[in-house]
């Protein structure tokens, strides 16, 4: 077994010689031409002497999948965890002089049990180990507030947990970078906007951030006092402001992204991509060389016409640890600025190693040879495995077969109706019973796993046991439930928002609803947006509702404060009911009326 703590440094760092690191702690004041990887652009090289080559590798919404068992598959084949990741890392780095490891945000929260559970530090700890330099923020960074941000990237104890090992945990070796997050009060960023690194006699500059969005996505408590501004705002003020510290080469590490058409798409090309990236990108300073992106859990490898009608790399790595995007960007020695025409990218799969791809699958990328997993990664594993079993073993309840998110197979469509959401409503209406309760809803987003019926637990805890850890996968996120009353016309208009705005990266958010709830739902989506919603034949146990009546409705404090864009919701004045901890109401539920069987998908019924 280890004997290294979370966030100690990796005993084989990669091959990355770098000569100057400059920390900023203060911010100051699509064309779709080309679908295919920017190696397409090569040209003759010229002389060695006067370019360098600086090796990016990226990826993005890791969300604590340290193990091997959590982060699903491509084509069928298990893909991704962190020492499959780890183990793909060391290999593209082979070879390379210059090597940097960075990531576009969401590394933390929303994670499985293994990490959630401890507060993320294993998810940390495997990321320092895997050799990580930088990272933008994601929303998700943000889950437990900035504070709970601050120490995960510094180190300390846990506030109320306190220490997991006798050692305090020691924070991030990589630099989280927050560009666009400034307190209201002062214009400061909680981390440092951006970061550059010396490759030869060149500057390269990273600038990281997350979607502006973040607000609606977050509990509001974690984040009072904090704004977050526009991403391609952000990024252009800081081009004068790099370009007067003799920096000509930008890269953007941003937590917002896209997708093509139809999604996922294949892993290393550019089919169609929409959604709130391309904006970006056309807004963007023609200075800034490459775009890094995340947020949406899904893979592109694209070369965008900037504002210049120069051809710019922006490439997305999926999620999970299943894809490592590869950047090679072509550094001028002399103008010391990147070399687009020369600069390519390509998206890795990270397959686990195992049974081989079954004959007629298409192949993913160039390069989607099975890897093993890395032995350091392995004995990080095995010091966190008695703590999680500890904590996360315990069954708390049965069921009596899949209980499963929508979309198929992967489980991260959020426009669908799903019988893990309308399960996740009904426990929280049985739950704040007490509180006079009528109807609850539930957002798709805050569902992260499935419920299986097989076993799965090391030792086996038998067919349709649902274990405490299960149950945290499945709702990680610890929201308090709120039960207010609303009006039907309110209730109306909740259900018409879920028909997202204009550039969302996700056009509609499909809410679970409790059992006894019904309505019928039409909706058009064009052109990656939700353009049309209509409610109606809206009824409670039968009866139509009354817009001037009044229902007394639960939501957790995450749709209560308005997340998700549900401002209905967060516009509510009247009296707040506290019904405790929405796990607490999941996991009793569960213990209570077990074995549960999965809650029907009719509720809602499509026109």
């Known amino acids: ?36 990887s920017a190696a397409s652009h090569k040209e003759k090289k010229p002389k060695r002497e006067k370019v360098v080559e600086l090796q990016l590798l990226a990826f993005n919404d890791y969300h604590g999948h340290v193990e091997a068992n959590t982060p699903g598959t491509l084509d069928g084949q298990p893909a991704g965890g962190a020492a499959f990741l780890s183990t793909k890392l060391k290999q593209l780095r082979e070879g390379n002089k210059y090597s940097l490891t960075v990531a576009a945000g969401d590394l933390i929260g929303g994670s499985p049990a293994f990490s959630g559970l401890f507060h993320d530090e294993p998810s940390v700890h495997t990321l320092n180990e895997m050799g990580l330099d930088i990272s933008g923020v994601g929303n998700h960074e943000f889950d437990e507030g900035v504070d709970e941000l601050l120490r995960m990237q510094h180190g300390g104890c846990h506030p109320v947990d306190g ?51 973040t607000d609606t996505l977050v509990a509001a408590s974690g984040i009072a006092g904090y704004e977050f501004l ?123 190693a195992g049974p081989a791809v079954p004959a007629g699958a298409r192949s993913l990328t160039p390069d989607n040879t099975p890897v093993e997993a890395d032995p350091a990664i392995q004995s990080i594993i095995e010091e966190w495995q008695p703590l999680v079993d500890a904590a996360g073993g ?42 006079g309760a009528d109807v609850a809803f539930m957002n798709p987003g805050g569902v992260r796993s499935d419920l299986t019926y097989a076993q799965s637990q090391d030792p086996p805890e038998g067919d349709g046991v649902v274990t405490f850890g299960e149950a945290f996968t499945f709702q990680p996120f610890g929201n308090t439930l709120i039960t207010y009353a609303m009006t039907g016309a309110e209730i109306i208009s909740v259900l018409e928002e879920q028909c997202q705005p204009a550039g969302s990266s996700r056009p509609f958010l499909h809410l679970g609803v409790s059992d006894g709830f019904t309505y019928d739902l039409s909706k058009t989506i064009a052109a990656g947006d939700c353009v049309a919603v209509s409610i109606t034949n809206v009824e409670l146990d039968g009866v139509a509702l009354d817009p001037a009546a009044t229902y007394n409705v639960t939501v957790n404090s995450f749709l209560a404060d308005g997340g998700d864009n549900f401002v209905t919701l967060g516009g509510v004045t009247s009296p707040r009911l506290d019904g405790g901890n929405d796990l607490n109401a999941l996991t009793n539920y569960l213990g209570t009326f077990g074995p549960v069987a999965p809650p029907s998908i009719d509720r809602v019924n499509e026109v």
């Open 163 to 213: 220490c997991y090992f006798p050692e305090p945990y020691p924070g991030a070796d990589f630099q989280w970078l927050s560009a666009n997050v400034v307190e209201t009060a002062t214009g400061q960023s909680p981390l440092p906007p951006y970061k550059i690194e010396k490759i030869k006699n060149v500057r390269v500059a990273f600038i990281g951030m997350t979607l502006e969005a």
């Open 1 to 36: 077994m280890s004997t290294k703590r979370a966030g100690t440094a990796p005993t084989a760092r990669r091959r990355v010689v770098v000569g100057l690191t400059v920390l900023a702690m203060s911010i100051g004041a699509a064309a779709y031409g080309n679908t295919t």
């Open 394 to 435: 315990t069954p708390i309840g049965t069921i009596t077969a899949d209980i499963t998110r929508g979309g198929i197979p992967t489980g991260s469509d959020r426009g669908v109706e799903s019988a893990a959401g309308n399960l996740v409503a009904d426990a929280q209406l049985w739950s704040t019973s007490a509180n």
């Open 230 to 352: 526009d991403e391609a705002e952000t990024a252009n003020a800081l081009v004068p402001i790099l370009k007067a510290q003799k920096v000509e080469a930008i890269v953007v590490l941003l937590h917002e992204g896209g997708s093509q058409t139809p999604p996922p798409g294949d892993l290393d090309a550019c089919v169609g991509i929409s959604g709130p990236i391309v904006a970006i990108n056309d807004a963007l300073d023609p200075e800034i060389d490459a775009i890094i992106t995340g947020h949406t859990h899904l893979p592109y490898n694209c070369v965008l016409d900037d504002p210049a009608g120069d051809p710019r790399i922006v490439t997305s790595a999926y999620s999970f640890g299943r894809v490592v995007t590869e950047v090679n960007l072509v550094l001028d020695r002399k103008t010391r600025d990147v070399r687009r025409d020369l600069s390519s990218a390509a998206n890795h799969a990270v397959i686990q």
